[in-house]
C-alpha cells in the first residue's frame, strides 16, 4: 500500500480495509514532524533492545565457550559427589584408576584429560628483594600432552612457555603474575597438604605466564605438571577429574552417549541416565533438562555433563537476563507513552472530522481500526528504523565488540569473559522487536480512541 | 417518508436548562425542498441532529422510511450507525472534509463505508463530482479548493449513496453570499433532475427564498410551515 501517492490519478480508494488502511496511511503523512519524533523514539527504544540483545547472547556464548576451553570441557568424569564439595578441593573423592578410563576413552577416540585440583598458597621470592608476595590459589596438576586437547591453556601462555612432563615447573596467570610481582624463572614455594593431610612443601620455578579470556581462571589458577602433583599430594595416580572434549558445536549440545559406551565396552560402569540411582543424595537438581549425569555403582565415578556443571553460570545469566527484561519493560513505557500521547493528540485534534465520520456511519470498530493502523504504521517505521540502526550496532558489536575490562577491573566476582564482549546476530529477536513495537504501538492506540468514542457525535462535531 | 412527531429536547447543562425542542412535530414527503429556518439558538441543529439520527430526543417519536427510531436507542446503537450510513446524508455548516484526501477520495469514502465494488465506486464517484461541477478536479485536496469548491465536494459526499435524505445545517453559513447562492442553485437542481430530498436549515433569506416548503423555528417550536414557490 503506497503512501503517498495523491498525485496518482489512477490510483482509487478500494473498499472495507483497504479504505482504512489508505486513510490510515495519510493520516501519517499528516503530522510529519510528530510521526518522525515518535517514530525516532520507537525506532532508538527498539535499536537499543536489539544491540542488548546481542550482546546478550554474546555474553552467553562467550560464557559457554570460555568454560569449556578453560574449565570444564564438554564433559567430565569425577568421583562420586566431587562437583558438589569442588569449591573445597576435596582430595578424598576421587577417579582412583584414571588410566582404565583414559585408555577405554582413547580407544574410542574421545580427547581426556585427567586433573588433579587442589588448594594452596603460592608464596613467590623475587630474589634480590627481601618481601615475599603470596597468595592462596588454585592449583591444578595436568598432563602436558593431553590438557591440550581438552583445554587451551597451551595457547594462552603469552611469555615463557607452556610446560613439559615432569618438570618443577608452573604456569601463572598474568594477572597473579602482576600482582605477586612475579616474573618468569622466578623460583615460587607452595604450601599444601598430601592427599592425607599432611603438610607439603612444593619448590617450582614460573616457566610460564598465561592469559585466558577466562577472568576467573586467571584470578586464581597456577598450573603444574600432573606428576609434580601426584608425587608431591602422594595421590598414587588418582586424579579428582578427566575432562573430556566431544565434537559439538555450541559447548553443552554434545551426545555424551559414546563416552557412556567406551566406558562399558571397558567394564567401566556408570549408573543409567535420570538421576534415579542407589544414593538419594545424588539425586540432584539439575537446571535445564534431566538425566545429565550418571553416577558409577561400582566405579563411583559419574559423568557430568556441560550444562550441570555450569548450572551457577548460567544461573548467573538468568540474572542478567532478568535486569535485560527490566530495561526492556523500561523502553516499553517509553514507547508506550510517546505513542499514546502522539496519538492522543491525533484523536483530539482530529474530533471534529472523526465526529463527522462517525455522522456518516462509519462504525466505532471502524474509527477504531484507523487508528490502530496509524499507530502501527509510525510503530512499523520506527520500528524499521530502529532495525537499521540496530542492525548497525550488532555489526559493530559483532565486529569489534565492547570492552569492559576498565569496569571489570576490581570486580570480584565470578564471570566467565575478558575484557571484549562480542555480539551475536539474531535475526528472528531482531524481527521480533520491530514487529513487537508496531503492535504495540497499535494496541496503545486504542485508549484515545477508546476516549473519543465515548463522547457523542454532536459533541464531536461541535469541536472547534 | 420521515415523520418528526412531538419532539421534546431538553440540555441540562449545570443548574440552567435550555430547551431546545420543545414539541415539534414536521412529515417530509420524498422530494421535498425543505428550510428549517429560525434565528440562532431556535433549534435548527438540534432538529437536524435528531433527525439525522447522531442525536436522539428526550421524548416524542420519529420514523424514517417506516423504521420507527426510538429513543432509547442511542445514537451509538448499531441500527443508528446503519441508518446513517446507508440512508442519510449530512452537508455540514464548515464542510469537514478530511485534510489528506483528494476530492475524490473523501466522496469515494462514504461509499467505500457501503462496501461497494471498486468499480461501482468509481463510476459513482466520478458521475457525481461531474455532476456538482467538479469535473477535472477530482484529485485536489480540500486546501487546494476554494470554500465553494470544498462544499461542492460535500454535497456530492452526502449524495453519492443515494440517499433517503440528505440534511444542510447552514449549509452557506461558511460562503459568501454568491458562492452560497450557486450552493443552493446546485442543491436545488439535483432535487429537480434527481429528486434527492434536502432538508437544509439557515437563519439567511436568501437561502430561505429557494425553499419549497419553509418551516420557521422559534424557541424550540415550529411558528409557520408554508409551501411555497421557490425562486
Ligand atoms: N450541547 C448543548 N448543551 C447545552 N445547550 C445546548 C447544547 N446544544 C444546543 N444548546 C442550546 O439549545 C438551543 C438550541 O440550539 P441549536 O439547536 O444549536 O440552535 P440553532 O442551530 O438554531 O442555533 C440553544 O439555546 C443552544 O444554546
Ligand atoms: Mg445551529
Known amino acids: ?464 | 417518508m420521515i415523520n418528526v412527531t412531538d419532539i421534546h429536547k431538553e440540555y441540562i447543562d449545570g443548574e440552567t436548562s435550555v430547551r431546545a425542542l420543545r414539541g415539534v412535530s414536521l412529515h417530509i414527503a420524498k422530494g421535498e425542498f425543505l428550510s428549517i429556518a429560525g434565528p440562532s439558538g431556535s433549534g435548527k441543529t438540534t432538529l437536524l441532529n435528531v433527525i439525522g439520527c447522531i442525536d436522539t430526543a428526550d421524548s416524542g417519536g420519529l420514523s424514517i422510511d417506516g423504521d420507527r427510531i426510538n429513543g432509547a436507542h442511542g445514537v451509538s446503537s448499531r441500527a443508528l450507525i446503519e441508518i446513517r450510513r446507508a440512508k442519510i446524508g449530512f452537508v455540514f455548516q464548515s464542510f469537514n472534509l478530511i485534510p489528506v484526501l483528494t476530492a475524490y477520495e473523501n466522496v469515494a469514502m462514504a461509499l467505500s463505508l457501503l462496501g461497494l465494488a471498486e468499480s461501482e465506486i468509481r463510476e459513482r464517484t466520478t458521475k457525481i463530482l461531474t455532476e456538482v461541477g467538479l469535473a477535472g478536479m477530482e484529485d485536489r485536496r480540500p486546501a487546494k479548493l476554494s470554500g465553494g469548491q470544498q462544499q461542492r465536494v460535500a454535497v456530492a459526499r452526502a449524495l453519492v449513496k443515494d440517499p433517503l435524505i440528505v440534511l444542510a445545517d447552514e449549509p452557506t453559513a461558511n460562503l459568501d453570499s454568491e458562492t452560497g447562492e450557486a450552493i443552493l442553485k446546485l442543491m436545488k437542481s439535483i432535487n429537480q433532475r434527481i429528486g434527492t430530498t434536502f432538508v437544509f436549515s439557515t437563519h439567511d433569506q436568501m437561502v430561505m427564498d429557494y425553499a419549497d416548503r419553509l418551516c420557521r423555528l422559534h424557541d424550540g417550536l415550529i411558528e409557520s410551515d408554508e409551501v411555497r414557490r421557490s425562486a
Open chain 1, 1 to 464: 500500500m503506497p503512501v503517498q501517492d495523491d498525485l496518482q490519478p489512477k490510483r482509487r480508494p478500494h473498499a472495507g480495509p483497504r479504505m482504512l488502511i489508505r486513510l490510515a496511511a495519510k493520516n501519517l503523512t499528516r503530522y510529519r514532524r510528530r510521526t518522525m519524533i515518535t517514530a525516532s523514539a520507537i525506532a532508538f527504544g527498539v535499536a537499543i533492545f536489539v544491540a542488548m540483545a546481542s550482546l546478550l547472547e554474546g555474553l552467553i556464548a562467550e560464557g559457554d565457550r570460555n568454560l569449556a576451553n578453560y574449565e570444564t570441557g564438554s564433559a567430565a568424569l569425577t568421583g562420586q559427589g566431587y562437583w558438589d564439595e569442588r569449591e573445597q578441593y576435596p582430595l578424598d573423592i576421587l577417579i582412583e584408576d584414571p588410566a582404565s578410563i583414559l585408555d577405554a576413552l582413547d580407544a574410542a577416540d574421545i580427547a581426556a584429560a585427567p586433573r588433579v585440583g587442589f588448594r594452596g598458597e603460592l608464596i613467590v621470592h623475587y630474589d634480590p628483594y627481601p618481601e615475599d608476595g603470596s597468595a592462596h590459589l588454585s592449583m591444578y596438576g595436568i598432563n602436558p600432552e593431553r590438557d591440550p586437547r581438552v583445554f587451551r591453556i597451551d595457547e594462552a601462555v603469552t611469555e615463557g612457555r607452556y610446560l613439559e612432563a615432569d618438570e618443577h615447573g608452573l604456569l601463572i596467570s598474568r594477572w597473579l603474575a602482576e600482582r605477586l610481582g612475579a616474573e618468569v624463572g622466578f623460583p615460587v614455594t607452595i604450601t599444601t597438604r598430601t592427599r592425607d593431610g599432611f603438610h607439603q612443601i612444593m619448590d617450582l620455578d614460573i616457566v610460564g605466564i598465561y592469559e585466558t579470556p577466562n577472568p576467573t581462571v586467571d584470578r586464581r589458577t597456577v598450573f603444574m605438571p600432573l606428576e609434580i602433583a601426584d608425587s608431591y599430594l602422594e595421590m598414587q595416580g588418582a586424579v579428582t577429574a578427566v575432562h573430556l572434549a566431544l565434537p559439538e558445536a555450541v559447548p553443552g549440545t554434545a551426545d555424551l552417549e559414546p563416552v557412556r559406551a567406551a566406558l562399558a565396552q571397558a567394564g567401566i560402569t556408570l549408573e543409567p541416565a535420570g538421576g534415579d540411582g542407589p544414593d538419594p543424595d545424588n539425586n540432584r537438581d539439575v537446571p535445564g533438562e534431566s538425566g545429565a549425569q550418571d553416577h558409577g555403582a561400582a566405579t563411583g565415578v559419574e559423568l557430568l555433563s556441560f550444562d550441570y556443571m555450569t548450572a551457577e553460570f548460567a544461573a548467573a545469566m538468568e540474572l542478567q537476563e532478568a535486569a535485560f527484561g527490566v530495561i526492556l519493560f523500561l523502553l516499553g513505557v517509553i514507547a508506550i507513552v510517546g505513542i499514546s500521547n502522539t496519538m492522543l493528540m491525533a484523536v483530539l485534534e482530529r474530533e471534529r472530522e472523526i465526529g463527522m465520520m462517525r455522522a456518516i456511519g462509519m462504525r466505532d470498530g471502524e474509527i477504531r481500526s484507523m487508528f490502530v493502523l496509524e499507530a502501527a504504521g509510525i510503530g512499523l517505521l520506527g520500528g524499521a528504523i530502529g532495525l537499521l540502526i540496530g542492525a548497525g550496532l550488532v555489526g559493530y558489536l559483532a565486529t569489534y565488540g565492547i570492552d569492559y575490562s576498565a569496569m571489570l577491573e576490581g570486580v570480584e566476582m565470578d564471570f566467565r569473559f575478558d575484557g571484549v564482549v562480542y555480539g551475536v546476530w539474531n535475526p528472528e529477536t531482531m524481527l521480533t522487536t520491530a514487529i513487537g513495537a508496531a503492535a504495540l504501538a497499535g494496541v496503545v492506540a486504542l485508549i484515545p480512541v477508546r476516549r473519543i468514542l465515548k463522547r457523542s457525535v454532536t459533541e464531536s462535531l461541535r469541536q472547534h
